[in-house]
């Protein structure tokens, strides 16, 4: 089970790491996020950088170690992680890595309707989706393979090679699922599609798959 945090946010997950090599005020935590792909790893709201800079400085993982002015620019504050803050890194870390949380997945919420489809336009749209799959994965290994001909440290690059994983995964189960569709191995893909050629109404078509769900096996 997930720890309560303080700050429970992912991005403030992201500026303790930002911090742990040195100080750095709000426009040098910003810009290691970006460099280190940080948008990529997580969802990152950066209007909201600010609000979470604060929200750890009052939790005490981030401290206020002095400002300074460039020019004619505002005073920026100068922020350094705490030795809560590093210990919260390091736990967060942790839990991050061993205890699996269940995740909101678009594709899994559409595939828990997928009988308002008929059954041939659901191999249309799984087709559709394994191109761009197909187009995403290319794009990411030859980002790896660039990231790995400047002898960048493995250990620096396996959440993109874990992603990888995920979208190789994804597309192997959703092509099997569209052969499945294609070949007629899908279990009663014929009712499926006849309940569609008879154009009976979205809403009656999840209840007739419950009704079927729930009837009785005959002995």
């Keep these: 089970m ?6 429970n946010n992912l991005l403030a997950l992201a500026v303790l790491s930002a911090m742990i090599d040195r100080p750095k005020h709000r ?12 948008d990529q790893d997580m969802t990152i709201k950066w209007g909201s950088l600010y609000t979470v800079v604060q929200n750890l400085e009052k939790v005490g993982y981030l401290e206020i170690i002095g400002s300074e002015r460039d020019g004619a620019r505002p005073e920026r504050v100068i922020y350094q992680l705490t030795d809560a803050g590093r210990a919260e890194l390091v736990d967060w870390t942790r839990e991050l890595v061993a205890v699996p949380e269940p995740e909101q997945h678009r594709f899994v919420a559409g595939l828990s309707i997928l009988s308002v489809l008929p059954p041939d336009e659901v191999i249309e749209l799984l087709g559709r989706r394994i191109d761009a799959l197909g187009h995403i994965i290319d794009g990411v290994r030859a980002e790896l393979d660039k990231v790995m001909a400047m002898k960048l440290p493995r250990l620096f690059i396996i959440e993109s090679e874990f992603g990888l994983a995920m979208l190789e995964a994804e597309a192997a189960w959703a092509r099997s699922l569209r052969d ?3 070949d007629g191995t899908f279990p009663e893909v014929e009712w499926w599609r006849q309940v569609h050629a008879d154009n009976i109404p979205p809403a009656e078509v999840v209840a007739a798959v419950e009704g079927r769900m729930t009837q009785p096996e005959s002995s």
């Design 2 to 7: 997930a720890t309560k945090r303080k700050v």
């Design 180 to 182: 499945e569709l294609v």
């Design 27 to 38: 426009y040098e935590i910003a810009q290691t996020l970006r460099d280190r792909g940080k």
